[in-house]
């Protein structure tokens, strides 16, 4: 049995015979977990009528503890700012994040979450962790935990904090 990328891998060793397509086999394979993660059915999210994205800009909040600016939530949920801008525009509209502009400056607003919104996220934060679990539970817990190693050194070259990078 072999997964998607292993056929694409496949295809571009036929049309190029002798190119290194190894890349492929790591990227690839980040790309396609995470564009199955993000378009999948993400079980209590879907129940609430939210995104993992909308969900992310809720989590931040709560974990941050106190009022956040757009920016700053695009730095922590790692998303662009016109990606939150259209985020939180949906979950003001819900009710579940409000926004106070800045006393010396107008331009700049400060967001944080309602009762309601802090409500939703300790009641489905549980939920949502049991649910990624259940992801990841055909992995034993030495992969997952050499997964998160991998990846995690993955994130620092990407991320050019490991000091040392081949081009």
């Known amino acids: 049995m072999e997964d998607a990328v292993a056929g694409v891998l496949r295809q571009w060793q036929q049309a190029f015979p002798g190119l290194d397509t190894e890349p492929i086999a790591v990227i690839g394979r980040i790309n396609r977990c995470a564009a199955l993660l993000q378009q999948g059915s993400t079980g209590p999210l879907t129940r609430e009528g939210l995104t993992r994205s909308e969900f992310d800009i809720l989590g931040a909040l709560r974990r941050i503890g106190h009022e956040l600016t757009p920016t700053q939530l695009a730095r922590e949920t790692f998303a662009s700012g016109a990606a939150v801008t259209k985020r939180l525009r949906q979950l003001e509209e819900r009710g579940l994040v409000t926004r106070r502009t800045d006393e010396r400056d107008r331009r700049v607003s400060h967001l944080s979450l309602t009762a309601s919104g802090g409500k939703l996220v300790d009641r489905i934060y549980p939920e949502l962790l049991a649910y990624d679990r259940a992801l990841l539970s055909g992995l034993t ?27």
């Open 141 to 167: 817990a030495e992969e997952r935990d050499e997964l998160a190693r991998s990846l995690g050194r993955l994130l620092l070259v990407l991320e050019g904090s490991s000091g040392s990078s081949s081009a």
